[in-house]
């Protein structure tokens, strides 16, 4: 079995208060945590080899604008100084959305935030949305973060970024764009751990379509052209042909994002009755087969919620 722990990066929820370590529901062995929690998970992590963490902020504050996502010492900001402090050689990512941040769910500023709106009716002020993702990404790397990561597929969002970045000195804060986010079924679990589901219409009027590659080779052009550092695709699964595609033509660091879904699905298989007696062999085998794939597609990173287990797995095998 090939030590791929050093190719992945493990996704972590980090919301307000103290001594919180929340059960996720819907992604069993997941959880939410406070800063002072979040503490001793990443202390298990790089004591399991674990390079790089994704972090997701969660704020009961919420308003049109996101503004909890951008304030004076955010959540995240917080987070990112705990963690660096502790663990100077972590690297520390930092997700780049307002969906869990505003009251809408949607992941930039609305022109017209309408209750009841159709797909079509979900109309996103870019210009507005960019100001506001990038005074967040300026947030996250006044803290420390080593990586902000634009995920809400506003239009030039990593230029936007990259700009306000390098205005304000940090020149060496790294962006992983969220190039190629299509609008997937496989995002449920997640959206309940953050706290983000659209309280009206959906993320299809700018998330991509499943069905087309090209338009996300389009995306993966431009966010490389606009500066990533890393480019992604996501989900994963679903889209070994867009991760192929996208290897055979950029040399470009590219990450693959296994996504809740497709984390979850594994877990439910693996607990059904007919495979219950042998579930924790079953996942061992059926997690390696699944990042195999997806690093065979030709992912350099992959960000997966199995990361922990994966790590533990091979760390007993090294020991055996």
């Known amino acids: 079995m090939q030590d791929i722990t050093k190719d992945l990066i493990y996704p972590l929820f980090v919301k307000d208060g103290k001594n919180l ?22 202390r298990e992590l790089v004591k399991l080899g674990i390079r790089a963490v994704l972090i997701f902020g969660l704020t009961k504050e919420k308003d049109n604008a996101g503004s909890a996502a951008y304030e004076e010492n955010n959540i ?36 017209s935030p309408r209750r009841q709106v159709t797909r079509s009716q979900v ?67 997640f959206r309940e751990a953050a706290d983000s589901t659209p309280a009206f219409g959906d993320r299809r009027a700018y998330q991509l379509n499943f069905a087309n590659r090209t338009s996300a080779i389009e ?15 996501k989900p994963a699964l679903g889209y070994l042909d867009v991760i192929k595609e996208a290897r055979d033509r950029f040399y470009r660091p590219l ?33 390696m087969e699944i990042l195999t794939g997806i690093k065979r597609a030709g992912a350099d990173l992959i960000i997966t919620y199995h990361a922990k287990d994966i790590a533990k797995w091979l760390k007993k095998r090294k020991i055996r």
């Open 219 to 233: 995306e993966i052009k431009a966010d490389i052209k606009e500066g990533a550092d890393i480019v992604m695709i």
């Open 76 to 111: 995240v900001a917080r987070a990112v100084k705990a963690l660096k402090a502790n663990f100077p050689d972590l690297i520390v990512m930092t997700d780049i959305c307002l969906c869990a941040y505003t009251s809408h769910g949607h992941c930039g500023i609305l022109k």
């Open 255 to 287: 990450a693959a994002y296994n996504v809740s879904g497709e984390y979850t699905m594994v877990k439910a298989y693996c607990k059904s009755t007919e495979y219950r007696a042998q579930s924790t062999e079953l996942e061992r085998k059926l997690v």
């Open 123 to 189: 109309k996103i002020d870019n210009k507005k949305t960019l100001e506001l993702l990038s005074k967040m990404a300026l947030s996250h790397a006044r803290a420390g973060a080593d990586y902000v990561a634009p995920s809400a597929m506003a239009k030039n969002q990593v230029l936007a970024i990259r700009e306000a970045l390098d205005k304000n000195g940090f020149r060496n804060t790294k962006i992983m764009g969220y190039s190629a986010k299509y609008a997937s079924n496989f995002y449920g679990p």
């Open 21 to 42: 370590r929340e059960k996720i529901k819907s992604m069993p062995g997941i959880y939410r945590f406070s800063p002072d929690t979040l503490i001793k998970e990443a």
